[in-house]
């Protein structure tokens, strides 16, 4: 089980293929979104603009699970602490 808030650091994938991402808003519909947490600007200008390669990722809980999305801790040094994938 997951308990989220705006602006909180989830890790999704494991090893290579983690992406280290910021919850950025919700949804009515239980949509999260989120962005990269190296990701600075303004995002919805970002998002919108056709030539810029950022986009934000959109998904419901559901699919989250099963990217083995968790929630992470980052320290005021910057260090990260990931409990890694539930089995």
């Not at 919700?26 to 919108?48: C, H, P, W, Y």
């Amino acid at each position: 089980m997951l308990k989220l808030h705006q602006n909180d650091i989830v890790a999704i994938g494991d090893g290579d293929d983690r992406q280290i991402m910021r919850v950025v808003k919700f949804g009515a519909s239980g949509q999260i979104t989120m962005a990269g947490v190296n990701e600075a600007g303004a995002l919805k200008a970002r998002d919108r603009d056709r030539s810029d390669p950022f986009s934000y990722m959109s998904r419901l809980a559901e699919p989250l699970r099963k990217l083995k999305a968790r929630q992470v801790r980052v320290d005021e040094l910057g260090n990260l602490f990931d409990p890694g994938p539930r089995a």
